[in-house]
């Protein structure tokens, strides 16, 4: 092949990879799986053509233009983008939020799971009250019997901050099962979901039996929305790694299965900080009689809309894996 034919069959490859790096580096945030592909194919035949121009075509303009597009895509395609300095705010603003985006699809399975659930918890309390009693202990069952919810003693005893850190504490620990049964196939977040969702329909159904759901809306309104979501999302998360490990598909399974599990980490380090703010709630707000049912209400929701948002960032559309 001689240089004029070279550089005239050549060229557009090079035009092309030249824009699609200079589009890369102005908008470096939203480039997605198929740009990088792309962009990736074209660096490979950008060395290629450089390598070929250097040994047959040297000090040519094209040897030159070669040897400039082929350092310019080493620099962008293999350098760390300050990784090092990107810090929690970075983590939950954008890498949390894209992680949840590639496995919020699961939520359609553990969600419809949940509420079958508690129904099934509402039904059989409803006809038979002491079912509850397996989650809630008799010394619980005889306060409502008096008339007393089982929840006016879990903090009154002892300070906030130390039933806060046991809140905590017990909340991540059933989250983190949910999310770490997944290893079982996904048997063990199915569990923690369904165990969950029939504990809520139980509690509901007997309160209700003793006329005393209106005090458990007020005592569970500013913490229990999040709290359940947050509860649902670990599992789905786990899910994913189940899934991963007995559904076949088209690539190979170790490399669904390290993308998964990549993802259903950074899912649950993204939950975890919100269940420290949800500790301080309950042990502070949620059993304070002097702050209105309204208000528990609205700062519950509140708390919930805040983490939706967080969690389904539109900035994150496009984002590849951090």
Not at 264 to 275: A, N, Q, R, T, Y
Request: with cysteine.
């Amino acid at each position: 092949m001689d240089y004029a034919r070279f550089v005239e069959q050549r060229r557009p490859v090079w035009d092309e990879f030249d824009a699609a790096l200079a589009t890369a580096r102005e908008h470096v945030r939203r480039v997605g799986h198929t740009e990088l592909e792309r962009l990736g194919l074209l660096y490979r035949q950008v060395l290629h053509d450089h390598a070929l121009a250097g040994a047959r075509f040297p000090g040519t303009g094209a040897a030159r233009r070669l040897s400039g597009l082929a350092l310019d895509g080493t620099h962008f395609l293999h350098r760390e983008r300050g990784r090092g300095v990107r810090g929690p705010v970075h983590f939950l603003l954008r890498v949390f939020p894209a992680a949840f985006r590639r496995q919020a699809h699961l939520l359609a399975v553990v969600v419809p799971l949940f509420l079958v659930a508690v129904l099934t918890g509402l039904v059989l309390t409803a006809v038979r009250p002491e079912v509850a009693g397996v989650f809630l202990g008799p010394d619980a069952l005889a306060g409502l019997e008096e008339g007393r919810l089982w929840t006016e003693s879990l903090t009154s005893s002892v300070p906030p901050a130390v039933s806060g850190s046991g809140i905590a504490t017990n909340n991540m620990t059933v989250a983190l099962t949910g999310w770490a049964g997944g290893a079982l196939a996904g048997l063990g977040s199915f569990y923690v979901v369904l165990l969950n969702g029939f504990m809520l329909g139980a509690v509901i159904a007997v309160t209700a039996h003793f006329s005393l759901a209106g005090e458990l809306l007020g005592f569970v309104a500013a913490h229990g929305p999040l709290e359940l979501t947050l509860i649902i999302v670990t599992a789905a998360a786990g899910l994913s790694v189940g899934r991963a490990l007995v559904v076949a598909e088209d690539r190979p399974r170790r490399d669904v299965l390290r993308d998964a599990g990549r993802d259903s980490l950074l899912v649950v380090l993204g939950c975890l900080p919100w269940f420290v703010v949800l500790a301080v709630v309950e042990a502070v707000v949620s059993p304070a009689v002097s702050v209105p049912t309204g208000l528990k209400i609205a700062l519950g929701l509140a708390l919930e809309a805040l983490f939706l948002v967080v969690a389904t960032n539109p900035f994150t559309t496009g984002a590849g894996h951090e």
